[in-house]
C-alpha cells in the first residue's frame, strides 16, 4: 500500500460529507504555493474560464505528492489550444432528450448533474465544468420516461457530474425508478468520488446502495498516489456491500504515460478490490492539448503490460472518436501473416509461433 496522507482519517466515519464538502476550494489564491509556481495572475485568467474547483481531500493529496498537479491546478496552456473540440465526443448529437446520450443500441448514459468532487483538467465535458447546467428532478424523469419507453435499453450508465454528490434520497429516488424498469438489466454508476473524495463512502450512503445489487460502478482513477488507506477503506466499504467494482482510467501525457506508473496504478487497484476496466486515449477536448499522447505510444504501453502483468490488471485501451463515433478498442496486432488456416503469431515476449 502506498504512502497515507494521514489526513482523513477522521474524515472517513464522517457523517456529514455536506458540510465538508461546502469547505472545498475554488479560489486560486487559496491553493499552497508550492503547488503554484507559475505567475498566479495567469492561473487565474485560466479559472475564470475553466473554474478551479477540488475538496480539502484531494488538494491536501496533491499537496504531499506534487506529482499529482496537472489533475486540478490550472495551467496556462489551457487557454492556448484551439485544437480540441468543445464537445468532442458529440454527446449534444446523440442526446434525444436532456441529460440522456443514446449511441450505443442496447446502452444509454444518464447525465445527473454536473457537480464533481474535483474538476479535472483534462475532462471530456469541461465545456459545463462549473456552468450552471439545469439537470433538474424535471429533467431526470424526462430521461427516466425515454428508458421506460424504449424497451432496447438494458444498461444505463449513470454519470454527471458525479451522481455520488447527490444526496441519498435523490441516489435512491433514480435508482429506484431505473431498477424498476422491466427491461434495465444493468445500472452502472461512473464516479470518481471513491478516488478523490473518499469521506462521501459513508454508512448512510452504503445502507442505500446495497439495496440496489446487483449494482455496478466504475471508479475513476489516474494515478497509484491516489490509493491511500482512506480510498482502500472507501472502496473495501462498496464491495463489501455487494457493489461490483471497475476502474477507468485515462491515459494522460505527464501525468501516467509510462509503463511503470500505470503497471503500480493497475496492480494497486486489484490490491483494493477494483478490476481495471478501461484505459480511455485522451479526448480531444478543448483546453487540454498538454495532456494528448499519440495513439502509437499508446498501443506501445499497453503492448508493454499485457502478459507482463496479471491479465486481471489489463483495462481495454479505448479510444472515443469525434464526433459520436463512439468507443473502440485499439490494440497491437499479435496476428504477423496468414497464409490459408496458418496464422503466425508473435507472443507478449516478441517471440512467433505457428497456429493452425
Ligand atoms: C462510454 C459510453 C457508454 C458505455 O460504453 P461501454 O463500452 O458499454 O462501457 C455508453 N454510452 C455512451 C454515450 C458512452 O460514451
Not at 505567475?39 to 488538494?59: A, C, G, Q
Not at 448533474?113 to 439545469?134: A, E, Q
Request: with cysteine; glycine share 8%; charged share 25%.
Amino acid at each position: 500500500m502506498l504512502k497515507n496522507t494521514g489526513f482523513c482519517d477522521r474524515y472517513i466515519i464522517m457523517k456529514n460529507w455536506q458540510k465538508e464538502y461546502s469547505k472545498s476550494i475554488r479560489n486560486i489564491d487559496e491553493i499552497p504555493s508550492h503547488l503554484v509556481d507559475k505567475d498566479i495572475s495567469s492561473l487565474k485568467r485560466v479559472s475564470e474560464k475553466y473554474p478551479f474547483f477540488s475538496n480539502r481531500y484531494y488538494l491536501n493529496l496533491v499537496s504531499n505528492h506534487p506529482e499529482l498537479k496537472p489533475v486540478i491546478i490550472p495551467d496556462e496552456r489551457e487557454l492556448e489550444d484551439n485544437t480540441g473540440l468543445e464537445d468532442p465526443l458529440g454527446e449534444e448529437i446523440d442526446s434525444p432528450v436532456p441529460g440522456i446520450v443514446h449511441r450505443y443500441p442496447d446502452r444509454v448514459l444518464f447525465l445527473t448533474h454536473n457537480i464533481c468532487p474535483i474538476h479535472c483538467r483534462y475532462c471530456t465535458r469541461k465545456r459545463i465544468l462549473g456552468k450552471n447546467v439545469n439537470f433538474g428532478k424535471n429533467t431526470w424523469d424526462r430521461g427516466i420516461k425515454y428508458i421506460e419507453s424504449h424497451k432496447e435499453i438494458f444498461d444505463v450508465l449513470i454519470s454527471g457530474g458525479d451522481p455520488l454528490l447527490l444526496n441519498n434520497s435523490e441516489i435512491l429516488y433514480l435508482l429506484e425508478k431505473l431498477k424498476n424498469i422491466e427491461h434495465v438489466g444493468l445500472v452502472r454508476i461512473g464516479t470518481r468520488v471513491p478516488a478523490a473524495f473518499p469521506e462521501r463512502i459513508n454508512s448512510e450512503l452504503i445502507n442505500t446502495l446495497k439495496q440496489f445489487i446487483p449494482l455496478y460502478m466504475n471508479i475513476h482513477f489516474v494515478h497509484p498516489l491516489e490509493i491511500t488507506e482512506e480510498v482502500k477503506t472507501a472502496c473495501l466499504r462498496l464491495s463489501g456491500a455487494g457493489i461490483i467494482l471497475g476502474a477507468q482510467i485515462v491515459l494522460l501525457k505527464g501525468i501516467n504515460d509510462n509503463v511503470e506508473t500505470l503497471k503500480i496504478l493497475l496492480r494497486e487497484l486489484l490490491k483494493i478490490g477494483v478490476k481495471p476496466y478501461a484505459l480511455f486515449h485522451p479526448d480531444n477536448t478543448r483546453g487540454t492539448a498538454h495532456f494528448r499522447l499519440s495513439i502509437d505510444k499508446g498501443i506501445s504501453i499497453v503492448h508493454k503490460l499485457r502478459g507482463f502483468i496479471s491479465g486481471m490488471a489489463v483495462p481495454n485501451y479505448m479510444v472515443d472518436l469525434y464526433r459520436g463515433g463512439g468507443k473502440v478498442e485499439i490494440c497491437y496486432n499479435y496476428i504477423k501473416s496468414k497464409d490459408g488456416d496458418t496464422y503466425e503469431i508473435e507472443n507478449y515476449e516478441g517471440k512467433h509461433f505457428e497456429y493452425r
